[in-house]
Structure formats: C-alpha cells, structure tokens
C-alpha cells in the first residue's frame, strides 16, 4: 500500500493491466508481481486459455483474478461473466477476498457459493447482479439446476485447484457444470500438480493452452524443515514440548484423520494450549470460526486435517508440525507450505516414527536431498533407518537454515516436466466438503498404505 504502491505500478503495469486495476493491486499491498503472474496475466489478459502449474503459496489466485477484472472492468451485465471453481469453501472464500480487494476500484461484484450453509442468502446475492462467482462445484450446480444461477453469460472459467478438485471426487460434477457454460469461452487452469487425470481434464478443457509450468517439487527456501523421529505413544508430549517454545507462535498440527485432529485439540486445550480442530466432520459454521479465531490469535494452535487445510493461506504462521506424517510426498510440500509463505522465513517439523520409513524414502526422493533431523532430547524412538543422517542439531529451532545438517540442496529452480509424486494414488480423501458431489467412482483410496483408515 503505502511505499508499496510506487513500485506497484511498474512490474504489474506492464502485464497489460490498466489504472483501475494497478490501484487495487495497490491496496492488496503488492509491491511486484510473482513469476506465475508474469507468466500468464499478459496471455490471458489476451483471452488466451492458461494452463498454470505452481506449487501452493506461489500467487495463483492474482494470476487469474488480475485478468478476469481487467478484461470485465469495462462494463457490467445482468449476469455473472466469470465463474471460479474451487474445491473447498475456505479456498473459495480466500479467493473471493482476495479477488474483492484486487476489484476494489472496478465496482466488480464478486460472490461465494458452497454448501454446507443455507442457500438463501446465495441465492438473494445471486439476484444482486453479481459479477464474478467463486465456489464449489456441488453447491453451484445445485443453485444451476434450480435456476438461481445463469451461467449463459460466462466468459472465463477458472478451475483453481484443479489436482484437489480431483482428488476429491468433483470431476463428474464439474464436467455437468462445464455443460452449461457457452462453448465460446475462457478457461483458465491452475494447480500445483498435473497428474494424467488433471492433464486429460486440462486437453478436454483447454483451447490452445498458454502453459506455464513453474512445479517445483521443493518447499519454499524460507521454509526450514526437519525431522524427529519420536515412537509413537511420544508424540503428544514431544508436541507439547514444542508448542512451548518461545518461537512457537503460532502453529498448525497436522493429524491423519479428522478423529486424531478432533482429539489431539481437545487434549491440547485441556493442556492449556489455545488449540481448535480444522477437520471436514465439523459444521461450516464451526469451520470458519476456527479459521477466523487463528487468524485472529484467538487460538494459537490449528490442528488440521489435509483437505480442509490444503490451500489455505495464513500469514505468518511460525510452525507446521506433522504430527502424523503426510500419505504422500507430494502433501508434504503442501503442508509445509503453510508456513513460510509470502517470503516470511516458517519451520516445519515432521514427527516420524518407525512406520513412516517408506514416506521418508519416497519424500527424500522427490525432493532429491535428505531432511534434516533433528533430535529433541529426551525423544528417541529409536528409528534407526540405515544410512540415515543423524545429526543433532542442537537448539536449532530458533535458528535459521543450519546448512551442514542434512544436504538441503541449494536452490533447484524450475523444473519444467519433471515428474512429481509417483506415489500421489494413496491420497485420496473420500470427503466432500462441496456440499455434494463428492463420491468417486471407482476409486480406491488409501488403500496402499497399509492399515491407515482413509478418512482425512
Ligand atoms: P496459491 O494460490 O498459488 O497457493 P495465493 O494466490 O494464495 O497462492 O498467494 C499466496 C500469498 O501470496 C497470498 O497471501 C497472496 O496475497 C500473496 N501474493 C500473491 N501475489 C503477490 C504479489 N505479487 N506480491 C505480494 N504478495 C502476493
Ligand atoms: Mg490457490
């Protein structure tokens, strides 16, 4: 915003952005545009279809709000012109902030639209005229099949998301939504992964692409990351500990199952610790008073769930401990990318216990380096993988990035077509937090991991 805005105008402006436009970027507060953004604003400013692929946290949501309001600032009609599918409605939510805060001088109107809360005030912001929709697939086409949305006037659709909208069984819903939308369109679609599922949806979807490709399978390099290996009936005093560390701020746990994220809270707040569970079998109602209470400090601790944290964007957050390691390599580095985001240095700590072995091998893989450990005194469980590293990094919390402990590779930098997450199958999650449409068909998720219930 305020030194801010003198710079603001330069790199944005010569992404094909007018005035109207650089003013809201001003008061989003962003300085420069980030290498997504360049990559694909000009093209689909252009009204070309984009295929954008970047991990979590790299500013996919302006790449594809910036042009939107450019290209509909212009003039408004009666019905909404573009349409934002997303997969979960705090991912909606953050998109649609975001997005009003980018049209905050164009008069653009922007909407959410997602179950799980009454329809009524939906469809009463429906009759308002709005301009831009974001929301989740079930819930939109519910509103569709009983006429409160129109979809005829849609100029740009934007799937946002688009692995985790797999992942989460909307394929099916989405194509009948696409159904309705006018052939003579722009689509526009982000995610951070490109399976071959993503990638078949991407050539039905997709005229002509302008592709960018910016997955790097590495974390952020503000974010260091290690490991403990701590036996598994350790990890709730290993965590207390942790979270009573000055540094500890603020954090946000991640359990395996909705169960273990509900009860390892309740503990913790018994504990004394300002702790409240994020997890898909809670109301929306419940759901976004947690996430409004952390942003605010109400609690200091969110402990999460894979789904309904993936995606989501928190300034600031000190820590991001896996108390239960992730199912695949690749929700690593989403997890871990909560922390760390917009430049901000992060820690992420990894409880590992003898039955992760096979996660660490194949999430040491796809990084291509080692994870750092770290050995917490009076923790040990013993794990002893063969040739593993262990280094004990005395106090090295509070410090950044020690660089002899673990061979963190330095930076990667782009790798345009390298294969990612061999091992994303067992990912699968059979929530649906769209309000419907969740189930997919013949999937079977998690099986592969042995013994590990599937719910998230
Ligand atoms: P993604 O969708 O790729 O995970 P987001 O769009 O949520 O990432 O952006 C991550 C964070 O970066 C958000 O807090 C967003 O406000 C911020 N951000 C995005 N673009 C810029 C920019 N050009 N300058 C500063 N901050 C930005
Ligand atoms: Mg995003």
């Known amino acids: ?18 005035d109207t436009i650089l003013q809201g970027i001003s008061f989003a507060g962003f300085d420069k545009p980030r290498p997504i953004q ?25 790449a594809f709000a910036l042009p939107i309001l450019e290209r509909l600032r212009e003039h408004r009609k009666a019905r909404p012109r573009a349409l934002i599918i997303a997969p979960t409605r705090e991912l909606a939510t953050q998109i649609a902030e975001q997005t009003r805060a980018l049209a905050r001088h164009t008069g653009l109107r922007v909407i959410t639209i997602f179950g799980g809360v009454s329809q009524r005030m939906q469809t009463g912001a429906l009759r308002r005229h709005p301009d831009i929709i974001v929301g989740c697939p079930g819930r939109l086409l519910d509103l569709h099949d009983q006429g409160y949305l129109h ?37 526009l ?38 490991l403990i290996a701590v036996a598994e009936d350790r990890k709730r005093d290993l965590l207390d500990r942790i979270l009573r ?40 109602n419940a759901r976004d008073k947690a996430m409004q209470g952390f942003r605010d400090g109400q609690y200091q601790i969110l402990v999460a769930t894979d789904i309904v944290a993936r995606g989501i964007d928190v300034q600031g957050v000190a820590y991001v401990i896996n108390y239960d390691v992730p199912m695949t390599a690749e929700a690593y580095t989403h997890r871990i ?43 040990d469980s013993g794990y002893n993988e063969r040739n593993a590293p262990q280094q004990v990094v005395a106090g090295a ?10 061979p963190p590779r ?12 061999s091992r994303r199958g067992a990912a699968r999650s059979g929530e649906s937090p769209g309000g419907g449409g969740g189930r997919r068909p013949g999937r079977k998720p998690a099986g592969k991991r042995g013994g590990r219930p599937r719910s998230r």
């Open 1 to 18: 915003m305020t030194p801010a805005t003198q710079g603001a105008g330069q790199g944005f402006a010569e992404l094909g952005l007018s």
């Open 38 to 62: 360049v990559q694909t604003i000009p093209a689909a400013v252009d009204g070309r279809d984009v295929l954008g692929l970047a991990q979590t946290g790299t500013g996919k949501t302006a």
């Open 151 to 187: 979809l005829d006037e849609v100029e740009t659709l934007v799937l946002d998301e688009a692995d985790h909208m797999f992942d989460m069984g909307f394929l099916p819903t989405i194509r009948r939504i696409l159904k309705q939308l006018p052939k003579r369109r722009q689509n």
């Open 189 to 226: 679609l982000f995610s951070a992964t490109m399976p071959p599922d993503i990638r078949g949806l991407a050539s039905e979807v997709l005229r002509d692409p302008h592709q960018v490709e910016l997955a790097i399978s590495q974390p952020a390099q503000t974010i260091d990351h290690a």
């Open 245 to 284: 560390r000055e540094d500890c701020r603020s954090a946000i746990v991640f359990t395996r199952t909705k169960h273990r994220a509900r009860r390892l809270a309740d503990q913790l707040w018994k504990g004394g610790h300002k702790a409240i569970a994020l997890q898909g079998n809670m109301s929306q």
């Open 337 to 379: 990318g909560r922390t760390g985001r917009a430049e901000l240095a992060g820690q992420a700590l990894s409880f590992l216990t003898p039955a992760d072995k096979r996660w660490l091998k194949a999430v040491q893989k796809m990084l291509g380096a080692e994870i750092r450990r770290h050995k917490e005194k009076g923790f």
């Open 397 to 406: 919390f509070g410090k950044k990035k020690d660089t002899k402990a673990g």
């Open 410 to 421: 330095k930076k990667r930098g782009p790798e345009p077509g390298r294969k990612r997450g």
